[in-house]
T-cell receptor, first 114, second 114 residues
Framework: AQSVTQPDIHITVSEGASLELRCNYS??????LFWYVQSPGQGLQLLLK??????LVQGIKGFEAEFKRSQSSFNLRKPSVHWSDAAEYFC????????????FGGGTRVLVKP | EAGVTQFPSHSVIEKGQTVTLRCDPI?????LYWYRRVMGKEIKFLLH????????ESGMPNNRFLAERTGGTYSTLKVQPAELEDSGVYFC????????????FGPGTRLTVT
């Protein structure tokens, strides 16, 4: 069965500082990996996805993520955080063999200090 | 292009009552998914429609939940009778019909059962 772990429940970062959110997954084959963001009062928005190929993936809003098979990780990074990045971030894994349903991590809430 | 819409955005009902949630997917998306996030927990898969057929309903918690997608367009999720533990945010998502495409999420319906 698929599983996703986001070890950090909350992260506080200063505006302009770098951000890294951790995600570890468990799945037998190569999964499809996603990062979603939920801003206050909004739905889930897809930031980026990894299906295959280049293991460094660029997304929207200046985010990137790196797939590391050896570590079963798909960490999300942003070099310089803006106040508007305050939100909850979810890592998710999917697979055709699992019927395309997504398995989510518990989420990481990011607070941005001025 | 309109995104995934959900109605209502909030619903407060008493234990034992019935509630029906509605989801309108992106036009042309054959795949429709329901997910739920209860307080403090991760987002969990409920079920998956392909057009009007239930492809996977392994995540439905019990028989108090009934999902339909008549005509392969919008979907409804009925909870009858509602229990306190049904409180949470119900998300709907849709995706295209070939391969594994990213799922586009609606804003969610926050259900509170008192």
């Amino acid at each position: 069965a698929q599983s996703v772990t986001q070890p950090d429940i909350h992260i506080t970062v200063s505006e302009g500082a770098s951000l890294e959110l951790r995600c570890n997954y468990s799945y037998g084959a190569t999964p499809y990996l996603f990062w979603y963001v939920q801003s206050p009062g909004q739905g889930l928005q897809l930031l980026l996805k990894y299906f295959s190929g280049d293991t460094l993936v660029q997304g929207i809003k200046g985010f990137e993520a790196e797939f590391k098979r050896s570590q079963s990780s798909f960490n999300l990074r942003k070099p310089s955080v803006h106040w508007s990045d305050a939100a909850e971030y979810f890592c998710a894994v999917g697979a055709k063999a699992a019927g395309n349903k997504l398995t989510f991590g518990g989420g990481t809430r990011v607070l941005v200090k001025p | 292009e309109a995104g995934v819409t959900q109605f209502p955005s909030h619903s407060v009902i008493e234990k034992g009552q019935t509630v029906t949630l509605r989801c309108d997917p992106i036009s042309g998306h054959d795949n429709l998914y329901w997910y739920r996030r209860v307080m403090g927990k991760e987002i969990k898969f409920l079920l998956h429609f392909v057009k009007e057929s239930k492809q996977d309903e392994s995540g439905m918690p019990n028989n108090r939940f009934l999902a339909e997608r008549t005509g392969g367009t919008y979907s409804t999720l009925k909870v009858q009778p509602a229990e306190l533990e049904d409180s949470g945010v119900y998300f709907c998502a849709s995706s295209q019909d070939r391969g594994f495409y990213e799922q586009y999420f609606g804003p969610g319906t926050r259900l509170t059962v008192t």
